[in-house]
């Protein structure tokens, strides 16, 4: 299991993770600012779900040190609700405090769930069951929101909605945020920072410094694409910026 270290909101130092013969995450080293939004690129099977699953203390079997001084929630590709619970306690599943029911609500009201409050999830669009899912996640009040591809199973209009609502909601409570993804293009309109996640280390990264809202075809980004899908290794005009 990983020793400790104490800096930051999170910090992760020759950060090694096995399963078995195959080496995913060899010497990772990484430090997550607080208040920073960052995305994390690479190819299927490069570690980036490994890397946020031992942030968020799912996988203990890992080498070297790491440290999350905060408190951490995680938004996953599913939203995960529990089927037999109405969306209003899904939100407070698991959160043992008083005004439990006060943060739900309130949570609800940020992402325009409030009337869906006393809905059964299977009754919720895809859309809808995302944002339940940041609700129960902000509900916690992380000092880091990590972010599994949670956007990748919305169909284009729907995502781009979420993109923004997630923006918005870090600009309030601004937590640390890092979005494992596959989308380049989501990478740059949401991201602060830009990191490539490549033979279990990070090979590359980049800062976002266009003033939000974003668009595809700022120069500064337009400049980024290119460079990162370089780094990625897909060449030609694809339409599909995704690194699959």
Known sequence: MAARLSQRVAGVRDLTRRFGDR????????????????????????????????????????????????????????????????????????????DAGERARRALAEVGLTERAGAWPLTLSGGEA???????????????????????????????????????????????????THDVDEALLLASRVLVLDGGRIAYEAAVTAARPRHRDHPELVSLRTRLLTVLGVTGDADDVRTA
């Open 23 to 98: 080496v995913v995450l060899d010497g990772l080293d990484l430090d997550i600012e607080g208040g920073e939004f960052i995305a994390l690129l690479g190819r299927s099977g490069s570690g980036k779900s490994t890397l946020l699953r031992a942030l968020a203390g799912l996988d203990r079997d890992v080498e070297g040190r790491l440290e999350v001084t905060g408190s951490v929630a995680v938004a996953f590709q599913e939203p995960r609700l529990v089927p037999w619970k109405r969306v209003g306690s899904n939100i407070t599943l698991g959160l043992a405090v008083p």
């Open 130 to 180: 995302q944002r339940a899912s940041l609700a129960r996640a902000l509900v916690r009040e992380p000092e880091l929101l990590l972010l599994d591809e949670p956007f990748s199973a919305l169909d284009a209009l729907t995502r781009i909605t979420v993109h923004q609502l997630v923006v918005q909601l870090w600009t309030v409570h601004r937590p640390a945020v890092l979005l494992v």
